[in-house]
Nanobody
Framework: QVQLVESGGGLVQAGGSLRLSCAAS????????MGWFRQAPGKERESVAA????????YYPDSVQGRFIISRDDAKNTVYLQMNSLKPEDTAVYYC???????????????????WGKGTLVTVSS
């Protein structure tokens, strides 16, 4: 079992930045591929970033490529999502996710997630 707890959400103006954190426990963090998803009201949950177990590879969809950066600190059992140049359409609940013994690219799909955090709300005002 993996427990994930997000923090860092809040209200930010368009063009601003925000950094989300996700603390993991319950399993050797360095063996986990980690990711972030988001879900806006009335929309499906979508992947916005993923990082391999060793941090060497990352994935971003086109919608956030060049604006969001995922990173991990294995010493702190924490994964981060740095969000820059935020837009109103980035408003959503952001969820931390982990996959156990799967490739990090599986974190492009909600169906391949093995553990979820409870989410943190990010609101971008125009």
């Amino acid at each position: 079992q993996v427990q994930l707890v997000e923090s860092g959400g809040g209200l930010v103006q368009a063009g601003g930045s925000l950094r989300l954190s996700c603390a993991a426990s319950g399993r050797t963090f360095s063996s986990l591929a980690m990711g972030w998803f988001r879900q806006a009201p009335g929309k499906e949950r979508e992947s916005v970033a993923a990082i391999s177990w060793n941090g060497g590879r990352t994935y971003y969809p086109d919608s956030v490529q060049g604006r969001f950066i995922i990173s991990r600190d294995d010493a702190k059992n924490t994964v981060y999502l740095q969000m820059n140049s935020l837009k109103p359409e980035d408003t959503a609940v952001y969820y931390c996710a982990a996959t156990l013994d799967r490739p990090y690219l599986d974190l492009r799909s909600v169906d391949k997630v093995d553990a979820w955090g409870k989410g943190t709300l990010v609101t971008v005002s125009s």
